[in-house]
């Protein structure tokens, strides 16, 4: 695996450049589809699709539930691109190669990006088929996607994450929830690598860290957005009790069943904060 990558801002704007070329608008919101959520990309009106192999510089996502595939269209009036398929550390990629998402939508003038993953609940009083809104993360395993040479133009050297998920974006979020008549609880998310589930152990000891769900995606987005200054809101599925909660084995085919029975719940949810969105605010 290669732990040091450096890119400068030319390597961006080459994906950017390339993606603008295929679209006659610019989009306002990302959307970022995680584990069993790709019936989402459904919610896209007059899409043009543009798979991650076409676009110069980009990563290539080797995960089958994935589709590996740039939607952009619109939702509800506002102009979003839809990202069918993200990447992540276990799949080989050096951190600092897990930035390149969000900076391309930052470039292409992205005002705000919505992230959503599976997770496996470490809080017992979630259930699978529930919602978490991401209130903050933990993350403990030291490397980041930010390390190595600065680009200003994307952000600082060193930056705050003290409203990373975007407080005015979670308090929208929760009030779309209530006015459809969904129940959303608000969490913490704690990272772990993958690919493998996480331990009882480990699981016990995210508990006591505070982490209210737990899963392998999401962080390193969340920290881009933040460096460039974007808005975010954040999702997790809940689609499994995490490892020790129950006594029986994590499969990857509860996680696939968890998204196709919430898929309908989550887009009218997803649908309705973007409706609702005021990006001028």
């Known amino acids: ?13 080459k994906s950017a450049e390339y993606i603008r070329s295929k679209i006659d608008f610019q989009p306002e919101i990302a959307i970022v589809l995680g584990s069993a959520l790709g019936p989402l990309a459904d919610e896209v009106e007059n899409p043009v699709v543009i798979p991650y192999d076409d676009i110069p510089n980009f990563l290539r996502t080797t995960v089958r539930s994935h589709a590996g595939k740039l939607i952009l269209g619109q939702i509800q009036g506002k102009h979003v691109v839809c990202m069918s398929g993200r990447f992540h550390y276990y799949e080989g990629y050096a951190y600092e190669q897990l930035v390149i998402p969000i900076r391309v939508f930052q470039l292409l003038g992205v005002k705000a990006t919505i992230l959503t993953n599976a997770a496996g609940a470490v809080n017992e009083t979630y259930k699978p088929g529930d919602i978490m809104l991401i209130k903050d993360h933990i993350k403990l395993t030291g490397a980041s996607p930010l390390c190595g040479p600065n680009i200003d133009e994307f952000g600082p050297r060193f ?86 909660v129950l006594d029986q084995p994590i499969t990857a085919e509860e996680v696939g069943e968890a998204g196709r029975e919430a898929a309908g719940r989550f887009k009218a949810l997803i649908r309705e904060i973007v409706r609702q969105m005021d990006l001028e605010v």
Request: hydrophobic share 40%; charged share 20%; aromatic share 14%.
């Open 1 to 13: 695996m290669e732990h040091t990558v450096h890119f400068d801002y030319e390597y961006f704007k």
């Open 159 to 244: 930056f705050d994450t003290s409203d990373m998920y975007t407080e005015s974006l979670r308090t929208l979020a929760k009030q779309c929830a209530e006015e459809i008549g969904q129940h959303l609880w608000e969490g913490n998310y704690f990272f772990f690598t993958g690919p493998q589930f996480e331990t009882p152990a480990e699981i016990a000891a995210t508990r006591v860290l505070g982490g209210d769900a737990v899963g392998m995606s999401t962080v390193t987005e969340a920290l881009t957005a933040a460096h460039c200054g974007m808005k975010l809101l954040a999702f997790s599925l809940i689609s499994n009790m995490a490892a020790g």
